[in-house]
C-alpha cells in the first residue's frame, strides 16, 4: 500500500466531475475536523468499466477470500476486489475508509509475456493532506538502458508533463525508490479541496487510459529467456514494495501485524511468494546486516531527490 513507440490522446479538460461532499468528523467534544470526503469507489469503477471495454475481466482467485473486512476498532472498512484477463496477471484494488482518513491502492500488474509498466495508483487522504503516487512503474530499467524508456515512456511525456503543472514534486525520494518510477510519475502532497481532486480524478482517467493502449497494442514474448526477464524484474518489483511500502505502519494499527502481512504479501503485493524464489537480501544485498539479519533503516545507497530528477524532455538528472 505505498504512496512506482506508442500514440495517445488526452483532452486538456476533464468531461468527468469527480463527486464529493463536506462532511463533519468529530475529533474531540471540544472541536471538529471539517473535511471534503472523496469517493474512491468511483476511481475504480471507471477503472474497471474502461478495461472492461478493452478485454474480458474475470474474478481472480483471490477475491473468495479478499473482499472486505473491518479494522479492529471496528470504525474502519477495508473493502477489495481482484481480477485476472488475458494479458493481465492481477488487477486489485483497496480501499480504505474511516472517520480521519480514505485510501486508495489500485494497481495492475501484466503477465509475464509482456514486458508493459505496472499500473499504480497510491492515495492518501486526511482531512487536511494528501499524498499521491500515480504512475507507470517501469518493468525494467529507465536510468540507465534507453531502449524500454524510449519504447514505452518517450510519447507519454507531454502527459507527464500536463500534470506537473498541477502537482508539484512532493518532497525527498531516495535513488532506490527513484529506480522504480518512470519519468511521469506524479508524486506529490498537497492540501484538500474539490478542485484538486477534480484534477487527479482527470490524471487517473488519463494515465489508466494510456497504460489500456499500451497493455492493447503489446505483443505476446515468445523467447523464454525474455519471459523469465520479465517475471524477475516483476518479482523483484513485488519483493521490494512487500518490504518497503510505506503503508505497512497503517494495515498494522488497523488489522493488526498478522493479518496486515497477510494482505501484503498474498493480495497487495501478489506473487513475491510464487513468481520467484530470490528473498529482499539478495536483490538488494547492502540491507544485509550482521548474521544474515535484514537492516531495514540502513543501507541505503546514492543520494535523494528533493526535485523531479527528470528534464522536460524525459532525461534523467540525478547520473
Not at 468529530?26 to 471538529?32: E, I, L, Q, T, Y
Not at 474474478?59 to 472498512?77: A, F, I, R, T, W
Not at 496477471?89 to 472517520?99: D, K
Not at 539479519?293 to 534523467?316: M, Q, V, Y
Request: one cysteine or more; glycine letters at 6%; a neutral charge.
Amino acid at each position: 500500500m505505498g504512496f512506482g513507440g506508442y500514440s495517445f490522446s488526452f483532452s486538456s479538460s476533464s468531461s468527468f466531475s469527480l463527486p464529493f461532499k463536506k462532511t463533519t468528523i468529530p475529533s474531540n467534544r471540544k472541536a471538529s475536523i471539517q473535511t471534503f470526503s472523496v469517493s474512491y469507489h468511483n476511481f475504480v469503477d471507471f477503472a474497471l468499466d474502461q478495461t472492461n471495454f478493452h478485454t474480458q475481466l474475470f474474478p481472480s482467485p483471490l477475491q473468495e477470500k479478499y473482499n472486505s473486512m473491518n479494522s479492529k476498532d471496528g470504525k474502519g472498512v477495508l473493502s477489495m476486489m481482484s481480477f485476472q484477463a488475458s494479458k493481465i496477471r492481477l488487477l486489485r484494488s483497496l480501499i480504505i475508509q474511516t472517520e480521519t482518513m480514505q485510501v486508495l491502492d489500485f494497481a495492475v500488474f501484466p503477465k509475464a509475456e509482456y514486458d508493459v509498466p505496472i499500473f499504480c495508483a497510491n492515495f492518501f487522504t486526511s482531512a487536511k493532506t494528501n499524498i499521491v503516487v500515480l504512475d507507470l512503474n517501469p518493468l525494467h530499467d529507465i536510468i540507465n538502458q534507453d531502449d524500454y524508456k524510449e519504447k514505452y515512456f518517450k510519447s507519454l511525456i507531454p502527459l507527464g508533463l500536463k500534470y506537473a503543472e498541477h502537482f508539484p514534486w512532493g518532497g525527498k525520494l531516495t535513488s532506490e525508490s527513484i529506480k522504480f518510477f518512470s519519468p511521469i510519475v506524479i508524486w506529490t502532497k498537497f492540501t484538500s479541496s474539490p478542485q484538486k481532486y477534480d484534477v487527479l480524478y482527470s490524471a487517473f482517467r488519463d494515465y489508466y487510459k494510456v497504460w489500456l493502449e499500451l497493455i492493447d497494442a503489446a505483443v505476446k514474448e515468445t523467447y523464454e529467456y525474455q519471459i523469465f526477464d520479465n517475471l524477475e524484474a516483476q518479482h523483484r518489483y513485488l519483493t521490494w514494495r512487500a518490504e518497503k511500502d510505506p503503508g505497512q505502519g497503517v494495515l498494522k494499527k488497523l488489522i493488526g501485524d498478522t493479518l496486515a502481512k497477510d494482505l501484503l504479501r498474498s493480495f497487495l503485493f501478489n506473487g513475491v511468494d510464487e513468481l520467484g524464489s530470490k528473498k529482499f537480501d539478495d536483490y538488494f544485498p547492502h540491507y544485509n546486516g550482521e548474521e544474515g539479519t535484514l537492516n531495514k533503516k540502513g543501507g541505503i545507497i546514492g543520494k535523494s531527490f528533493e526535485n523531479r530528477p527528470w528534464d522536460a524532455r524525459g532525461e534523467f538528472l540525478g547520473r
